[in-house]
């Protein structure tokens, strides 16, 4: 059974720490990644979190312990998991629409380098020549994921160099010596079918053939997990042994080895992270229920970017008679975290919870309206643990040349 946080721990939080805030499950982050773990045990997989879902260096310390890699997104991103104490070695920096000078620090690091463009391949192959290899970012043409605003696989993406261009990436490698190590492709977020991964991994299976140096297939992240009550995530299990069934076929009968590498972000926080927020009003219009809270989408963003579902529970009342709200934000504009939803009755002062805000909750929060952002709690072995203080109006003055 995966482990959650009861409703009296994470009220405990809202007493102790107050509201808004978010709560995270360091036995369910163990949990998942053992899960993964498991899935993958007969072939040569690492794991990487994708460190943009959630940050906190607390977080990354949990990861490192573990033994997993991080995938970073920016400099500033490598500068945390260094700060947490991950190896160079063991990070991935995985930018897009970033200057070459971006690309020199990140040698300077000694961090895994992934190229997703054409223009710095030339030029990194044309300063380093064959003394760093690098992990090129494949766009397959394949559209996957959740909706469209997170499919980064598919033709019109800006994200890889297209599969079309392969004899370009082969050009550069010829005329300046790059060493490519590694093949990347990370086609969204949200995939549920087990076929978009294989068919990632035959497509640079494929591809290997024309990079003999080739050691690393890094088949990205963007394992899907339930957000609505009956909704079902990918089956890593089936994932794990059709993986392992293609892989081992291809090696065998091409005389090759290669590592695999996934870089999940989801799979690893969501399900660990607990949103909670204070109703402050009740507000009967003549055609809907409203529930204003403490928070808005400052703080967690998805429902009204990406129309996400969240599960919402009254853990004030978590047995009251089932009334129907919107439930909406405090945001000077429309602000709705969910509509018409079903929830034990709420009355002022109680604890909203929204469930699977580990990833991209935290992470993608502002202070829009000049709000605060929330704290953030890690409960580990029962233990509460503050990594994060609420944000003062000082916080939000800071830097402004007064
Ligand atoms: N690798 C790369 C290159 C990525 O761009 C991403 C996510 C990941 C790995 C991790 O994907 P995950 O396993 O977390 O699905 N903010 C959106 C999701 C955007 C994902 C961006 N890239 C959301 O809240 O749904």
């Not at 808004?20 to 990644?33: G, K, M, S, T």
């Not at 990861?63 to 104490?85: H, M, P, T, W």
């Not at 897009?96 to 997703?116: K, M, R």
């Not at 009342?317 to 709200?325: C, D, H, S």
């Amino acid at each position: 059974m995966a482990p959650t946080l009861s409703n009296e721990i994470l009220l405990k939080a809202a007493k102790e720490f107050s509201t808004p805030l978010y709560v995270y499950d360091e036995e369910r982050i163990h949990f998942q990644y053992a899960k993964l773990i498991q899935a993958f045990q007969k072939s040569d997989v690492s794991i990487f979190y994708a460190c943009k879902a959630l940050s906190n260096i607390n977080v990354l310390r949990i990861f490192r312990d573990l033994g997993a890699g991080i995938d970073c997104v920016s400099l500033n991103e490598v500068q945390f998991a260094l700060k947490a104490g991950v190896d160079p070695s063991k990070i991935i920096f995985t930018p897009n629409s970033v200057s070459f000078d971006d690309y020199t620090e990140a040698v300077s690091i000694g961090v895994n380098i992934n190229i997703d463009n054409l223009e710095i391949l030339q030029q990194f192959g044309t300063v380093y020549g064959n003394t760093y290899p690098v992990v090129v970012r494949i766009n397959p043409h394949i559209l996957a994921g959740g909706n469209i605003k997170i499919s980064t696989g598919h033709i019109d993406s800006k994200f890889g160099i297209s599969i079309d261009q392969v004899g370009q990436i082969l050009d550069i490698k010829k005329q300046t010596g790059l060493a490519i190590k590694g093949l990347h492709l990370h086609t969204g977020s949200e995939i549920k079918e087990v076929d978009v991964f294989l068919n990632g991994l035959n497509l640079l299976l494929e591809l290997s053939n024309q990079f003999e140096e080739l050691t690393v297939i890094d088949l990205g992240g963007g394992f899907k997990i339930p957000y609505k009550p009956d909704e079902k995530g990918v089956d890593i299990e089936q994932l794990g042994e059709k993986l392992f069934e293609r892989l081992d076929q291809f090696q065998h009968s091409n005389n090759r080895k290669f590592q695999i590498w996934f870089e999940p972000g989801k799979f690893l926080v969501s399900e660990a992270g607990y949103f909670l927020t204070k109703a402050n009003i009740i507000k009967e219009n003549p055609t809907r229920h409203f529930i204003g809270v403490d928070s808005g989408f400052n703080h967690l963003i998805r429902p009204m970017f990406y129309d996400a579902y969240h599960i919402i529970d009254n853990i004030s009342n978590a047995r009251g008679p089932l009334k129907t709200y919107n439930v909406v934000g405090n945001i000077c504009e429309t602000d709705t975290f969910a509509w018409d939803r079903e929830l034990p009755e709420v009355h002022a002062g109680d604890i909203l919870m929204f469930k699977n805000a580990g990833a991209y909750g935290f992470e993608m929060s502002s202070r829009f309206n000049s709000r605060t952002r929330p704290a953030e709690v890690i409960v580990a072995k029962g233990e509460m643990k503050l990594i994060r203080r609420r944000e003062t109006l000082d916080d939000l003055l800071q830097g402004q040349i007064l």
